[in-house]
């Protein structure tokens, strides 16, 4: 009995020191995050990176975690909504929880939310002047797949194709060069923001091109004596059943002045269509003149339309800089798998006098993203690669100027709803390639992109890889390099070549 009444008396003092503990954990914590009384005010914005000043965000993305540049002793924000306020607080890093910033942009999604940023140096606090940021209600597709890879020239040593979940900071591999002894992979391409339905090429000793749909993996070989060269950048067709393809044969030649490095390039390629029911590579005249070069295809948001850019047949390498491509359609029919009888010039070079490369069709069928830089068509080495947005019943055009830098803006791609795309650009440091999202306003304007978030600010200073070819699926990738490797290790198989001209 005395051991009993001992013991009970033991457990009601813990609890009454758990609380008491409880408590003065919410005090300090409130402490911390308590608001100087006295401050001197700044008459601009702090100097954080990434910049989120005025950026639109999507409701369902990863905390905007930043840094202050100027490195104070100490630092206050405070989040201040429609429907509720956050603080938070670090000393030259702001990290945001993950479920606390999740709510906090549910409670005023579609609203916007003020920024105030207090920091502590040697001569006291300093309250910056505050800036906005925008949750739009519609969310982005939740995931985005990505080849990290160091930028290069001729060789290459690590590289894969990654998935990140965009609402926190998970990231894994689908496939790494590591489980394939050091073989290139590139322009992995997914019907309809499906991550069931995918593809991807295999450079090297295991060539070929891998195709993935409702769970079944193929290899091919796409190499035809009647195209001479490999299937290069792909585009499905919305029903699943096609790839466009570019054939393509691809070269570089090196700048031997400092502003530009190099230059990658087409001497030969046309256009052709993989009908994966049947294996046969469909070729047409239209989109395979020996007059011109055809590249880069992409289908109309309804599969009734092929979208693609050719240029007129120059000598190359000399008349590389001569080399400008048009903006180009014809018909096709999917249930014949056939063309049209003519193509249209949607965007002559001669009007632009530049190159368009990277057509894209809004998953609406309302818009068409492409990217228009000086010449040829490997916009990624080209300073001054911009995006632009054609609407595609008026026929106008126009720079999207508020996604645009004074550096690269090359690869992009839609999200499902028609309204978010992400793009490539490297407008940090002119080098690496990172990715940014944007919003499409109704107008046909871009808001102000933001960097892909990482958990620590410094990510993109001590990452050593460029991010390229992103593109937003729907659902996380199930396919994994371990479970493709059967069809990885397989001798790839032959497809039927098709002339229908």
Request: net charge neutral.
């Amino acid at each position: 009995m005395i051991t009993e009444f001992i013991l009970n008396r033991l457990a009601v003092r813990i609890n009454y020191l758990s609380i008491i503990l409880l408590a003065a954990g919410f005090i300090f914590l409130a402490s911390c995050y308590r608001l100087p009384d006295r401050f001197s005010a700044a008459e601009e914005l702090p100097d954080i990176f990434p910049d989120i000043a005025g950026v639109s965000i999507p409701v369902n993305i990863a905390p905007l975690n930043f840094r202050l540049d100027s490195k104070p002793r100490k630092t206050l924000v405070t989040l201040e909504g429609r429907n509720s306020i956050m603080k938070t607080g670090g000393k030259n890093k702001i990290r945001f929880r993950v479920k606390k910033w999740h709510k906090f942009l549910e409670q005023n999604k579609g609203g916007e939310i003020l920024f105030t940023v207090y920091t502590k140096n040697a001569t006291g606090w300093e309250r910056h002047l505050p800036f906005s940021i925008f949750v739009k209600e519609l969310p982005a597709d939740p995931y985005l797949v990505y080849r990290r890879i160091a930028p290069g020239y001729e060789s290459w040593s690590r590289m894969g194709i990654y998935q990140r979940n965009i609402s926190n900071f998970d990231e894994d591999v689908v496939l790494d060069n590591r489980m394939l002894t050091g073989n290139c992979m590139n322009c992995h391409s997914f019907s309809n923001h499906n991550p069931e339905m995918m593809m991807l090429h295999l450079r090297g000793k295991i060539a070929g091109t891998l195709i993935a749909r409702d769970g079944d993996v193929i290899k091919i070989d796409t190499r035809t004596k009647e195209t001479k060269y490999n299937c290069v950048y792909p585009y499905w067709h919305p029903s699943g059943r096609y790839i466009a393809f570019s054939v393509n044969n691809i070269s570089q030649v090196f700048h031997s002045v400092k502003e530009k490095r190099i230059e990658v390039m087409d001497s030969e390629s046309d256009l052709v269509v993989y009908d994966i029911n049947s294996n046969v590579l469909i070729r047409s005249r239209l989109v395979s003149s020996e007059d011109s070069f055809e590249t880069f295809p992409a289908f109309s948001a309804d599969g009734r339309e092929l979208y693609f850019c050719s240029a007129r047949k120059e000598n190359m390498p000399s008349g590389y800089d001569n080399v400008r491509y048009s903006l180009c359609k014809t018909d096709f029919d999917p249930d014949s798998g056939t063309f049209g009888r003519k193509t249209d010039t949607l965007i002559s070079e001669a009007s632009t006098g530049k190159s368009i490369s990277f057509p894209r069709a809004s998953p609406d069928g309302k818009y068409l993203m492409f990217t228009m830089s000086d010449y040829g068509n490997f916009s990624i080495w080209h300073k001054e690669a911009d995006l632009y947005l054609l609407d595609l019943s008026s026929g106008s055009y126009h720079p999207l100027d508020a996604a645009n830098s004074g550096d690269t803006e090359s690869y992009h791609s839609w999200s499902s709803g028609s309204r978010w795309f992400v793009f490539s650009s490297r407008r940090i440091d002119g080098l690496y390639t990172r990715l940014y999202l944007s919003f499409l306003n109704e107008d046909g304007t871009a808001t102000k992109p933001f960097l892909l978030p990482q958990k620590d600010p410094d990510y993109y200073d001590y990452s050593l890889y460029s991010f390229n070819v992103p593109e937003f699926v729907r659902g996380r990738v199930r396919y994994k390099g371990r479970s493709m490797i059967n069809a990885i290790g397989s001798e790839p198989k032959s497809v039927i070549f098709e002339a229908k001209d």
